[in-house]
């Protein structure tokens, strides 16, 4: 019997089978198998049933299934299942079949697995996957990366499958080689975690500020959404916040403060600091995240360790109250904008250290539909590598050099307000620190190598000599005149 499948899937969570229908209602025939044969069977006879799909009890049935070069993606859980996948499937496959790992996988993983694939005759693709159960049912983000042969095998599926944009483009392109797509999947999830703590900071600015309701703040949210902060996120903010339970209360108000991670955020931090690189709105998301999980500690302290009352004035004045909700949302907008500025920084030094060739502009366009992060600021983004590819920073682009200036005061307002009042904003505080940062000619810096040639001969440049000449000073009389290697970390 002549194989008719497209392409194969392995793993039926729901990820995977919202996936498989996408493909199966463009058209294309997929193979579906699970460890667990029984899901296959089930998937067949329920969500499945009327469909092209086919199953597969075994990796030498799925394989056999498959038209040449065969295409096999994994959706499975990240770390040593994909590799007991892939070596369960390489016996069975044929010099130029494809492998794709569509889980969330550290990059550094993916660099290996191509290297391995590629020795044995085979190519490896790793697809960042954006979108949740939603994205993968209706149009993901897609971000493949990997061996660049195996690109033109499986472009049109991808595009097919991704979601569409203005003019129906697809949030999908190639990448680059290597890890390159799982590292832009996981640089997006790192600034996915930006996003919510700078929405939960808002939020905790309207309820403990302001006094607001879950109702009159689903109400801010909603309108946010239709100016310049419109997004998925905000978009799903305003509905949890207008959410009601069984008794008619807010259901969010129920919610333990105790948030999870999966551990992507923490990868991105781990990764910026091997390349010297200060993501520091993404690292006080994922510490916000270990603080939130500190519940009980939390709950023991609250009773020994006073601040101020955290309602401020404006909260019982109409007026006041509603310059202060623009200024909340001017902080966040200005905060969202030093996010991805840093993400951008931290993507372009990866594709240095790397040697990836990454479309920047490309990447926006990939992020504007489909994914956790999409939103119309993406656009703006889009076009400011459009009109320069070798922009720097964002910060330095003119659209946002104007925005961050016309939301700067509003800002500053809300960071000290929160500091006056006791209310925790780490994000909006640190966006900001870092802005004050990168806009300053001269840092205390100086002081700080002082500090380290003082006690560890460290050695330090000086002002009035050319970069790359450094000095040693005897600081007491009694040391050396040796100096330190003078290295980076």
Known sequence: MQASGDIGLIGLAVM???????????????????RTVSKVD?????????????????????????KKPRRIMLLVKAGQPVDDFIQELTPHLEKGDIIIDGGNSLFEDTNRRVREAEAKGLLYIGTGVSGGEEGARHGPSLMPGGSPAAWPHVKKIFQDVAAKVEGGTPCCDWVGEGGAGHYVKMVHNGIEYGDMQLICEAYALMKDGLGMAPEEMAKVFAEWNRGELDSYLIEITAQILAKKDADGLPLVDKILDAAGQKGTGKWTVINSQELGIPITLMAEAVYARCVSALKDERLAAAKKLKGPKPLLPAARDGGKKKKFLGEIRDALYASKIISYAQGYMLMRAAAREYKWNLNYGGIALMWRGGCIIRSRFLGKIKEAFDKNPKLTNLLLDGYFRSEVKRCQKGWRNVVAAAAKRGIPVPAF?????????????????????????????????????????????????QGGTTASSTYNV
């Open 16 to 34: 995977g089978q919202n996936l498989i229908l996408n493909m199966n209602d463009h058209g294309y025939v997929v193979v579906a198998h699970n």
């Open 42 to 66: 089930d998937f067949l006879h329920k969500e499945a049933k009327g469909t092209k799909v086919q199953g597969a009890r075994s990796i030498q049935e799925l394989v056999s299934k498959l």
């Open 429 to 477: 505080g640190t966006a900001l620190a870092f802005f004050d940062g990168y806009r300053s000619a001269v840092l205390p810096a100086n002081l700080l190598q002082a500090q380290r040639d003082y006690f560890g001969a460290h050695t330090y440049e000086r002002v009035d000599k050319p970069r790359g000449e450094f000095f040693h000073t005897n600081w007491t009389g």
